[in-house]
């Protein structure tokens, strides 16, 4: 008999509670929600988790909050426990399915610290969601933090807008690369920070 793993778990960090605590349901403001995702990203690479990456669902006329994640790739040794899987899993969990569209559903957008890694832009397209808030594109992330998001077209966006998920850009823009330079700053310092898919194509 071939003795394989099962299972395996992805869960939020503890310290998340403490995040949450002093915050209302309902962030009805872009802006707050996406500052919810900063500070989100902000603690979760100080605390060794995985990358600097946040990410809330929330419902898109009230801004009730559905889900949140955080990347828990380290924590986890799951390299697909990014920030926005995890954030629409918990989400499909809370509201009972799979399609976060699903009839009778309120619309729900994912909000994210920048725009999505190739991995993730296929989970964000498939999930249900009809909006996605992105911090941020381009090649600062990958030049700042050293990650390699893969090799995404220049026509995201309208891949999505296509499938009609509407997509809001430039939201929180400088703050989301404070993060990012404030996480290539300790990786520079060699203080126990681990890039865990710079390859950048390489073995």
């Not at 403001?29 to 690479?45: C, F, G, Q, S």
Request: hydrophobic share 50%.
């Amino acid at each position: 008999m071939i003795d394989i793993a099962k299972e395996y778990r992805v869960a939020l960090p503890a310290w998340i509670d403490d995040e949450l605590a002093d915050l209302p349901a309902v962030l009805p403001d872009a802006a707050d929600r996406m500052r919810l995702v900063h500070r989100l990203a902000d603690r979760n690479w100080r605390e060794g988790n995985g990358g600097p990456f946040a990410a809330v669902v929330a419902e898109r006329a009230t801004g009730r909050i559905v889900s949140v994640g955080v990347n828990v790739v380290l924590a986890t040794g799951v390299s697909s426990a990014h920030a926005e899987v995890v954030a629409l899993g918990l989400a499909q969990i809370a509201t009972g399915g799979w399609d976060l569209g699903a009839e009778g559903l309120p619309a729900h957008e994912l909000v994210v610290n920048w725009r999505p890694c190739v991995q993730c832009y296929g989970a964000a397209m498939w999930s249900g969601v009809r909006g996605l808030v992105v911090a941020g594109e381009g090649p600062e992330l990958e030049e700042i933090t050293t990650f390699d998001e893969g090799p995404l077209g220049a026509d995201w966006a309208e891949q999505f807008e296509a499938r009609g998920i509407e997509v809001v850009h430039d939201v929180l823009r400088e703050e989301a690369l404070a993060v990012f330079r404030d996480y290539r700053e300790a990786v520079d310092k060699a203080a126990g920070v681990v890039v865990y898919n710079a390859r950048g194509g390489a073995s």
